[in-house]
């Protein structure tokens, strides 16, 4: 590889190539709803409970219920075991999910409730929060909680001087030459292609950031087409390589 150049990724796939996917909706038969969406090494499942009256009563909205989420990576999901429990990078995560999965869910028919949406990472490669945001609103819409319309995500970025889509954990900050890497996690609504979340991790010039979130619609096209396929096909497999 060229000095500082990142021209061939690590893993061979084209630069606006996402890896391998899959997903699959129904796999808690206890739960309201659930679903798993996998890319690469990255794996995402998703539970959703409720709604249920809310305690104590007095963080109740009585216009509404709320959504509640929490993100939390297994022991395991990593090489290094990760300590079970609440950390700062996964109470951001927990939060900036519920930020993008609230500007789709409307809970204004069940006041006074919560619908809690708990997404765990079994195996980590980079874009967890994007998987488990994939994972989350499928297993929403199984649910049957009402929504104005569905969302994808996926991890836009640039690599030295490289627009890239779907970065994994070498890209995501093995990568040291050059620039570095810059990460973006994106989310689009599906049907007026808002940008639900996009946070913003390295530099990056702003005509770049706006061929970013390009990539990242093109992307999110592609992985709508296996949320939807799977939410059809409840309890079945789903396996797309593109
Ligand atoms: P995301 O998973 O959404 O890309 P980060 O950018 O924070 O979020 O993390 C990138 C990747 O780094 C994770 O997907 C995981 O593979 C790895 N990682 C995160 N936290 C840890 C940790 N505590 N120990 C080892 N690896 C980690």
Redesign the pocket.
């Known amino acids: 590889m060229a000095e500082g150049l990142y021209t061939k990724r690590n893993d061979g796939r084209k630069m606006d190539e996402i890896r391998p996917m899959s997903a699959k909706v129904g796999i808690v038969p206890s739960a309201d709803g659930s679903a798993s969406f996998d890319t690469g090494g990255?794996k995402a499942i998703a539970v959703v409970r409720g709604p249920r009256t809310l305690h104590p009563q007095h963080m109740q909205n009585p216009k509404t219920g709320i959504l509640r989420v929490s993100y939390g990576?297994m022991p395991f999901?990593?090489?290094?075991r990760?300590r079970p429990g609440p950390?700062r990078?996964s109470e951001e995560?927990s939060k900036v999910s519920e930020w993008a999965l609230s500007s789709v869910v409307d809970l204004s028919e069940f006041p006074n409730t919560v619908v809690d949406v708990f997404i765990q990472?079994p195996q980590?490669?980079?874009?967890?929060?994007?998987a488990?945001i994939n994972a989350a609103a499928m297993a929403l819409a199984h649910a049957g909680i009402p929504m104005t319309e569905m969302i994808s995500a996926i991890?836009v970025g640039k690599i030295d001087k490289t627009l890239v889509v779907d970065?994994d954990?070498y890209e995501?900050?093995e990568y040291h030459d050059g620039e570095g890497s810059t990460?973006i996690?994106v989310v689009i609504t599906s049907r007026s292609k808002k940008v639900a979340l996009l946070q913003l991790?390295g530099k990056i010039s702003i005509p770049e950031l706006k061929q970013c979130i390009e990539n990242a619609k093109v992307a999110c096209e592609k992985i709508l087409k296996v949320q939807t396929e799977a939410l059809k096909n409840i309890n079945g497999d789903n396996e797309n390589d593109k």
């Open positions: 990255t990576m999901s990593v090489e290094d990760i950390s990078r995560i990472i980590a490669d980079a874009g967890t929060r994007v488990g991890g970065l954990k995501d900050s990460d996690p991790d």
